[in-house]
């Protein structure tokens, strides 16, 4: 929320827009390190349960990677090939 109340004012000097700020987000939820610390103290005793803590982070972080990348082509602007040099 406070990044977007802050990209509303702040606009026109950072030069991005709402989709750009949602698709870099999107790109944040990849941090799984964390995630897999958190299910390994959780599911300590139980190896099966570990397997598909793990699992579901790394599901989760791929397909943040692919939603993110996705979400971010199409937000950026497009930019044309460079003229070829004459000669």
Same mark, same amino acid.
């Given at each position: /929320? #406070? $990044?977007?109340?802050?990209?509303? %004012? /702040?606009?026109?000097?950072?030069?991005? @827009?709402?989709?750009?700020?949602?698709? #870099? +987000?999107?790109?944040?939820? %990849?941090?799984?390190? /964390?995630?897999?610390?958190?299910?390994?103290? $959780?599911?300590?005793?139980?190896?099966?349960?570990?397997?598909?803590?793990?699992?579901? %982070?790394? @599901?989760? +972080?791929?397909?943040?990677?692919?939603?993110?990348?996705?979400?971010?082509? =199409? #937000?950026?602007? =497009?930019?044309? $090939?460079?003229?070829?040099?004459?000669?």
């Amino acid at each position: /929320m #406070t $990044a977007w109340l802050y990209l509303k %004012v /702040m606009r026109q000097k950072l030069g991005i @827009t709402t989709g750009q700020l949602y698709a #870099t +987000s999107c790109l944040c939820g %990849v941090g799984f390190t /964390m995630s897999l610390f958190i299910g390994s103290l $959780a599911f300590g005793s139980d190896p099966h349960l570990i397997n598909l803590c793990r699992l579901g %982070v790394l @599901t989760g +972080s791929t397909l943040s990677i692919i939603y993110g990348l996705f979400l971010l082509r =199409r #937000t950026l602007p =497009r930019h044309e $090939a460079p003229l070829p040099l004459p000669g």
